[in-house]
């Protein structure tokens, strides 16, 4: 089993410096050389057995059972080798990618019942957990850092600003957010612009989290939060804006996404759309995380969406590229995580607290070292209804920074 480890380990690795001990002690070294070099360890010939089988689920869960381990650094280290090699697959694994590419329909078809379920399955764990790691605010989104050195509090509130500005929110606007996780954004809106904001999510525990966060500001009033599905919500709205939800939707219901928003949005109204996307063409979601992180979850190419919204009379007014904001958020979350890594295991155990830390540091090297982005795409239904360039924006966020003082939470530091 160790020379066939060897062989297939060290014609994929062809970049960094990493090091692997068998499970029978034996000692190869995989790499140029190049880079800090990395130590690891199977302690198993079952866990050797599966990465060979099925590398991109097994890695991650032999981890999470404490059978592969790195002996220095950290999974974020030994994963920024992995996942830097020039191909993005070793080639014996690249049979089962074909199988899955197939199937992907399938396991992404989120009709009602479902996407609620997968909502759950992510959204609804024990809320102490993201307050270990997220900002003050409980934004789980990437953030805007408009400059080095930012803080992930500051950088999140960026993200909300520049969201805002974008859609051009008027006071008394009629505002949809889909996807409205803890009520951060929804609660921003209502409190910096004046408008009448209304949050869906599927997720009870989210819900419950924005309710109370509303009533707490006095915003109940600006700000109400339901647990709706988009599909089924009344109309019309003014503004429509949807930060991470997107990638919870599935191929198959693109089409039915921007139908049902165009029929929700008036005719003078714009829309913002914030999602994960790829650089690349279509893909399938790793394994790894469709099991254990988001199951029915797919990051789009653009070249998957364009066509959805032209299909719904929607005009595409702006696309904005967000290159590694969202490595630098990761990054943020991972430190911070790690920083109150024992609360975690209170919470769980060891094994959901090493698969949490998988889950953080491979998305982080997927943005950081492959060919994950971030799109922002601005919508209306005619043209002329937003400015012609896009001077507006730097006005329109000088405008909300004078609007947020003294109506932002406290700052939360990693550790806290």
Same mark, same amino acid.
């Given at each position: 089993?160790?020379?066939?480890?060897?062989?297939?380990?060290?014609?994929?690795?062809?970049?960094?410096?990493?090091?692997?001990?068998?499970? *029978?002690?034996?000692?190869?070294?995989?790499?140029?050389?190049?880079?800090?070099?990395?130590?690891?360890?199977?302690?198993?010939?079952?866990?050797?057995?599966?990465?060979?089988?099925?590398?991109?689920?097994?890695?991650?869960?032999?981890?999470?059972?404490?059978?592969?381990?790195?002996?220095?650094?950290?999974?974020?280290?030994?994963?920024?080798?992995?996942?830097?090699?020039?191909?993005?697959?070793?080639?014996?694994?690249?049979?089962?990618?074909?199988?899955?590419?197939?199937?992907?329909?399938?396991?992404?078809?989120?009709?009602?019942?479902?996407?609620? *379920?997968?909502?759950?399955?992510?959204?609804?764990?024990?809320?102490?957990?993201?307050?270990?790691?997220?900002?003050?605010?409980?934004?789980?989104?990437?953030?805007?850092?408009?400059?080095?050195?930012?803080?992930?509090?500051?950088?999140?509130?960026?993200?909300?600003?520049?969201?805002?500005?974008?859609?051009?929110?008027?006071?008394?606007?009629?505002?949809?957010?889909?996807?409205?996780?803890?009520?951060?954004?929804?609660?921003?809106?209502? /409190?910096?612009?004046?408008?009448?904001?209304?949050?869906?999510?599927?997720?009870?525990?989210?819900?419950?989290?924005?309710?109370?966060?509303?009533?707490?500001? *006095?915003?109940?009033?600006?700000?109400?939060?339901?647990?709706?599905?988009?599909?089924?919500?009344?109309?019309?709205?003014?503004?429509?804006?949807?930060?991470?939800?997107?990638?919870?939707?599935?191929?198959?219901?693109?089409?039915?996404?921007?139908?049902?928003?165009?029929?929700?949005?008036?005719?003078?109204?714009?829309?913002?759309?914030?999602?994960?996307?790829?650089?690349?063409?279509?893909?399938?979601?790793?394994?790894?995380?469709?099991?254990?992180?988001?199951?029915?979850?797919?990051?789009?190419?653009?070249?998957?969406?364009?066509?959805?919204? /032209?299909?719904?009379?929607?005009?595409?007014?702006?696309?904005?590229?967000?290159?590694?904001?969202?490595?630098?958020?990761?990054?943020?979350?991972?430190?911070?995580?790690?920083?109150?890594?024992?609360?975690?295991?209170?919470?769980?155990?060891?094994?959901?607290?090493?698969?949490?830390?998988?889950?953080?540091?491979?998305?982080?090297?997927?943005?950081?070292?492959?060919?994950?982005? *971030?799109?922002?795409?601005?919508?209306?239904?005619?043209?002329?209804?937003?400015?012609?360039?896009?001077?507006?924006?730097?006005?329109?966020?000088?405008?909300?920074?004078?609007? /947020?003082?003294?109506?932002?939470?406290?700052?939360?530091?990693?550790?806290?």
């Amino acid at each position: 089993m160790e020379r066939l480890l060897r062989y297939f380990l060290q014609r994929f690795i062809r970049r960094g410096a990493i090091t692997f001990t068998a499970a *029978n002690g034996e000692k190869f070294a995989c790499g140029d050389g190049t880079g800090a070099p990395i130590f690891a360890r199977f302690l198993t010939t079952d866990a050797e057995q599966r990465v060979l089988r099925n590398p991109e689920l097994a890695l991650g869960e032999i981890y999470m059972e404490g059978s592969f381990v790195v002996e220095n650094g950290s999974i974020a280290d030994a994963l920024a080798i992995l996942m830097d090699q020039p191909e993005v697959l070793p080639r014996w694994a690249k049979l089962q990618w074909l199988l899955r590419y197939l199937g992907r329909h399938l396991r992404q078809f989120n009709w009602r019942g479902r996407a609620k *379920n997968n909502v759950a399955h992510h959204y609804d764990l024990d809320g102490r957990l993201y307050s270990l790691f997220l900002d003050a605010d409980k934004q789980y989104s990437c953030a805007y850092f408009e400059q080095p050195g930012m803080t992930l509090d500051d950088a999140q509130l960026a993200k909300k600003r520049h969201v805002t500005a974008k859609l051009l929110v008027r006071p008394a606007d009629r505002v949809l957010d889909i996807g409205s996780g803890w009520g951060g954004l929804g609660l921003y809106l209502a /409190e910096t612009t004046g408008a009448n904001v209304t949050g869906v999510t599927l997720s009870a525990e989210q819900l419950q989290v924005s309710k109370a966060r509303a009533a707490e500001k *006095n915003l109940a009033s600006s700000a109400s939060f339901l647990l709706e599905d988009y599909r089924d919500i009344p109309g019309p709205f003014d503004r429509i804006v949807s930060v991470g939800m997107f990638e919870h939707v599935g191929v198959d219901f693109y089409d039915t996404y921007f139908k049902r928003c165009a029929e929700l949005l008036t005719d003078d109204g714009v829309m913002l759309l914030h999602s994960i996307g790829r650089s690349d063409g279509p893909d399938v979601t790793n394994p790894w995380i469709a099991k254990y992180i988001f199951p029915g979850g797919y990051i789009p190419a653009l070249s998957e969406v364009m066509p959805s919204i /032209e299909r719904a009379g929607l005009l595409v007014c702006d696309i904005e590229i967000l290159r590694l904001h969202y490595a630098e958020t990761l990054k943020a979350w991972r430190e911070r995580f790690m920083a109150r890594w024992e609360e975690a295991v209170q919470l769980y155990d060891e094994r959901f607290a090493r698969m949490w830390e998988f889950y953080l540091a491979c998305s982080e090297m997927a943005f950081r070292k492959q060919n994950l982005m *971030n799109f922002q795409i601005q919508l209306t239904k005619r043209q002329g209804v937003v400015p012609m360039t896009r001077d507006y924006l730097a006005q329109e966020e000088a405008r909300l920074r004078r609007a /947020e003082l003294g109506k932002q939470p406290r700052l939360q530091m990693a550790g806290e």
